[in-house]
């Protein structure tokens, strides 16, 4: 289990939590699927912002995004726009 530090509403940051967990597993033999789950959800963000947060923080645009792609799923289907991939 991993705890973030704070509060977040982009896929970006449950992503990297995942794939730090990912990481520090020693994997035995083949896995066929892998998932995670995440709680304590919220209809609103609760953050505390710094006095010296940068304005070009790349958490805020990784929160643009994400809304952004929300709303492309939204208008469109969920299969609409995918992540992409580069491996």
Do not use: C, M
């Amino acid at each position: 289990q991993k705890k973030l530090d704070a509060p977040v509403e982009d896929d970006f940051s449950l992503l990297a939590g995942a794939r730090e967990l990912f990481s520090k597993e020693k994997l035995i033999k083949p896995v066929r699927l892998i998932g995670f789950g995440i709680y304590g959800l919220t209809d609103h963000a609760g953050r505390q912002l710094s006095l010296f947060e940068d304005a070009r923080n790349p958490v805020k645009k990784h929160e643009r995004a994400s809304h952004t792609v929300d709303a492309i799923r939204r208008k469109f289907g969920s299969a609409s726009i995918h992540r992409g991939s580069s491996k």
